[in-house]
């Protein structure tokens, strides 16, 4: 195992996974390769110790074993190139170094808080959290089953938690970032419906209902165009009743 460096106490490593793979010793990016990166994203996203038998296997699913394994010690060895402490290895475990900061698990933190109703939530309230509910996980990863799995998960986690924040923010009459929050949740996943839902209620407590009545009509379009589907009654009550909502012609 090597020891930390004075530089990673002074000034702490941080990994970044939204937005895409980025390691960082304060304000210097550290360089590191491919393998090793995979290596290092796949630890922390475990967020616990893994057999290297395990960590080899869903890396390289498509060798043999023995060259599983090779490759788990190379990625390894470069990983230590690095100069900094990354990874905890024992001759049967592999973790991610307890002492670097992952965006990630503070953004799964916080958003579950936000989908938890028993809890207060005002001090996440912010424009960070929305930030990072925002990022999609590794982006331009896409070739590894483990990834996409990774990927899905934490997308279906933050939109939740984006309508969770819109509701929020609209309850304590901050309309404008639960306009914001909504937004989000909307332009990462158009065709959901409850996005939708939370964004027009946003603007319906702020007394925008012009905004309200085209953010329906906006959903209204998109589900037709790509599902061929009519907004819920859920939805579609939201609206005060003298609103005329077009209906499309029949055939």
């Known amino acids: 195992m090597i020891a930390e460096t004075a530089h990673d106490i002074r000034h702490g490593i941080t990994l970044r996974l939204l937005k895409g793979f980025a390691l960082s010793a304060g304000p210097s990016r550290i360089s590191i390769s491919s393998s090793a990166q995979r290596l290092v994203a796949f630890l922390a996203l475990q967020d616990m110790p893994r ?7 869903m890396l390289w699913p498509d060798t043999t074993v023995t060259r599983a394994n090779a490759n788990l010690r190379s990625s390894l060895w470069r990983a230590m190139r690095t100069g900094h402490q990354v990874i905890d290895a024992s001759a049967q475990e592999v973790a991610i170094a307890k002492h670097i900061h992952v965006d990630i698990h503070g953004a799964v933190l916080r958003a579950h808080r936000l989908l938890d109703g028993s809890r207060p939530c005002d001090d996440i309230l912010t424009t960070q959290t929305r930030a ?3 990022a999609d996980l590794l982006p331009d990863w896409s070739e590894s089953e483990w990834v996409l799995i ?3 998960q934490y997308h279906q986690l933050r939109l939740h938690a984006l ?5 929020r923010l609209t309850a304590a ?4 970032e639960a306009v914001a929050a909504g937004l989000a ?11 939708h839902r939370v964004l027009v209620k946003a603007h ?12 329906y009509e906006q959903c209204r379009r998109v589900l037709h165009d790509e599902l061929g589907l009519a907004p819920s009654p859920t939805l579609s009550n939201l609206l005060p009743e ?3 909502r077009p209906t499309f012609a029949a055939g």
């Open 163 to 167: 309508e969770a924040m819109a509701e």
């Open 242 to 244: 003298h609103f005329e």
């Open 51 to 57: 057999s290297r038998t395990y960590v080899a296997g």
């Open 204 to 215: 319906l407590a702020a007394g925008n209902r012009g905004a309200a009545l085209r953010q």
């Open 173 to 176: 009459e901050r309309h404008g």
């Open 185 to 195: 949740a909307v332009r990462a996943e158009p065709l959901r419906e409850s996005a």
């Open 132 to 134: 990072e509910l925002s």
């Open 150 to 152: 990774e990927q899905e």
